[in-house]
T-cell receptor, first 115, second 116 residues
Framework: AQSVSQHNHHVILSEAASLELGCNYS??????LFWYVQYPGQHLQLLLK??????LVKGIKGFEAEFIKSKFSFNLRKPSVQWSDTAEYFC?????????????FGSGTRLSIRP | GAVVSQHPSRVICKSGTSVKIECRSL??????MFWYRQFPKQSLMLMAT?????????EQGVEKDKFLINHASLTLSTLTVTSAHPEDSSFYIC????????????FGSGTRLTVV
């Protein structure tokens, strides 16, 4: 079965600091990987996704993520965070060949940015 | 494009009553819709997967008789919480997968259910 682990439950940074949120998944086959963001009081939005090709994926708002197959990881990065990045971040995985194509989410990482 | 409308956004109901939550894909056809539940400060837990015209597939531990899912058309899925109890209070979110791609998932804005 697929599973997703996000090791950082709560990250607190100052503005302009660099960000890296860890995400590891367990699944032996081909996967699609996603990072979603949930701003306070809002619904989930897709930040970026990886399906195939270049393992370094660039998303919206200056975020990027690198797929490292050998490490089963898909860490999210941003070189310089802003106060508006305060949100909950969810890593997710789905197995495209499976019949259900369901997305499994990690436990989430709350990011708090100090002005 | 790819907008999913979820209604209602908030509902308060009395214990023992039933509540229906709608999830509509507004500008695309969704062969598959997913229902998630999110407890405070926790992740989204997949409850069930519904495919248009067929019975929903429930995740382990989810009571199918309590959480009734209907996916009658390519643009509408409903989740009915039957005989609701306070422990059913939660945030319910639907997601729709576009029929024309394996990769497009769009989430609704969620429904906050409070059972009193």
């Amino acid at each position: 079965a697929q599973s997703v682990s996000q090791h950082n439950h709560h990250v607190i940074l100052s503005e302009a600091a660099s960000l890296e949120l860890g995400c590891n998944y367990s699944y032996g086959g081909t996967v699609n990987l996603f990072w979603y963001v949930q701003y306070p009081g809002q619904h989930l939005q897709l930040l970026l996704k990886y399906f195939s090709g270049d393992p370094l994926v660039k998303g919206i708002k200056g975020f990027e993520a690198e797929f490292i197959k050998s490490k089963f990881s898909f860490n999210l990065r941003k070189p310089s965070v802003q106060w508006s990045d305060t949100a909950e971040y969810f890593c997710a995985v789905n197995a495209p060949g499976s019949s259900a194509s369901k997305i499994i989410f990690g436990s989430g990482t709350r990011l708090s940015i100090r002005p | 494009g790819a907008v999913v409308s979820q209604h209602p956004s908030r509902v308060i109901c009395k214990s023992g009553t039933s509540v229906k939550i709608e999830c509509r894909s507004l500008d695309f056809q969704a062969t598959t819709m997913f229902w998630y539940r999110q407890f405070p400060k926790q992740s989204l837990m997949l409850m069930a997967t519904s495919n248009e015209g067929s019975k929903a597939t429930y995740e382990q531990g989810v009571e199918k008789d309590k959480f009734l899912i209907n996916h009658a058309s390519l643009t509408l899925s409903t989740l009915t919480v039957t005989s609701a109890h306070p422990e059913d209070s939660s945030f319910y979110i639907c997601s729709a997968k576009r029929a024309d791609t394996n990769y497009g998932y769009t989430f609704g804005s969620g429904t906050r259910l409070t059972v009193v």
